[in-house]
């Protein structure tokens, strides 16, 4: 039953294998990515509820040139 969701019957194919491995790879990366990008939201949210702005810490005094 396993082979036949594996989708081959014998031994391991040493690419199918490899192609597991990367996608295994790439799923803790997203993940680690997605825990990264929530706590980046929380702390942002926690500064909205206290009034912090992001706009704040910008110094306005500086001008830069406009992109045209």
Known sequence: MA?????????????????MRRLQQRVQDLESELVRMQAENDALSVAARHGDSLLDSIDVTKGEPALT
Do not use: I, M, T
């Open 3 to 19: 082979k036949a969701l594996l989708g081959y019957v014998g031994g391991s194919d040493p690419r199918v294998l490899a192609e």
